[in-house]
């Protein structure tokens, strides 16, 4: 089955520090992976996929992460924090294209990020 | 540029009531996806179009629950004779390409539904 991990609901960083937010998933297939934020009373907005290649990918807002299968990791990271990256931050996984489940993505619980001036 | 809409952004309704939900995807997109999100939980799929063709409709929770795409733009989500449990924000999302095709899906704000 699928799923997805997101182990801290909450993460705390000083602005200028580098920040990493953790996510773990399972499939049964080749995995595919998105990076979602949040902002209060906004929908989710897209920020960065792995699919294939590279395991370092490079996103909006200075923000990247690292694929790592060995350990079905995909954190999210950013060498240094601005206030303004405060908001709810979500993983999100789709499985090959098969019969039963045609491109929905399984989203983890979501990380609340908080970053003081 | 125009992103994915919904209305309304927030509907109350008493238990028993029908609602509808609409949702206006990026123009051009294939497929369109609904998500429901339950307050401090992420996102929950409940149905997925493929132009007007409902592919999967396998995470709507009961019968209760009827999407369509009559002419595979705009979605309704409906949801008849409201119960407490369906209180949630009803996601909203487009992808440009079909099945098979590993675009990025771009959501509404959402609607939020509070069922008294």
């Known amino acids: 089955a699928q799923s997805v991990a997101q182990p801290e609901d909450q993460v705390n960083v000083a602005e200028g520090n580098p920040l990493t937010v953790k996510c773990t998933y399972s499939v049964s297939g080749n995995p595919y992976l998105f990076w979602y934020v949040q902002y209060p009373n906004r929908g989710l907005q897209f920020l960065l996929k792995?699919?294939?290649?590279?395991?370092l990918v490079k996103g909006s807002y200075g923000f990247e992460a690292e694929f790592n299968k060995s350990q079905t990791s995909f954190h999210l990271k950013k060498p240094s924090a601005l206030v303004s990256d405060s908001a709810l931050y979500f993983c999100a996984v789709r499985d090959e294209d098969r019969g039963s489940t045609l491109g929905r993505l399984y989203f983890g619980r979501g990380t609340q990020l908080t970053v003081w001036p | 540029g125009a992103g994915v809409s919904q209305s309304p952004r927030y509907k109350v309704a008493k238990r028993g009531q029908d609602v509808a939900l609409r949702c206006d995807p990026i123009s051009g997109h294939v497929s369109l996806f609904w998500y429901q999100q339950a307050l401090g939980q992420g996102p929950e799929f409940l149905t997925y179009f493929q132009n007007e063709a409902q592919l999967d409709k396998s995470g709507l929770p009961s019968d209760r629950f009827f999407a369509e795409r009559p002419e595979g733009s705009v979605s309704t989500l409906k949801i008849q004779r409201t119960q407490q449990e369906d209180s949630a924000v009803y996601l909203c999302?487009?992808?440009?390409?079909?099945?098979?095709?590993?675009?990025?899906?771009?959501f509404g704000p959402g609607t939020r539904l509070t069922v008294t």
């Open positions: 792995y699919i294939t290649g590279d395991n």
């Open positions: 999302a487009s992808s440009l390409g079909g099945r098979g095709l590993l675009y990025e899906q771009y």
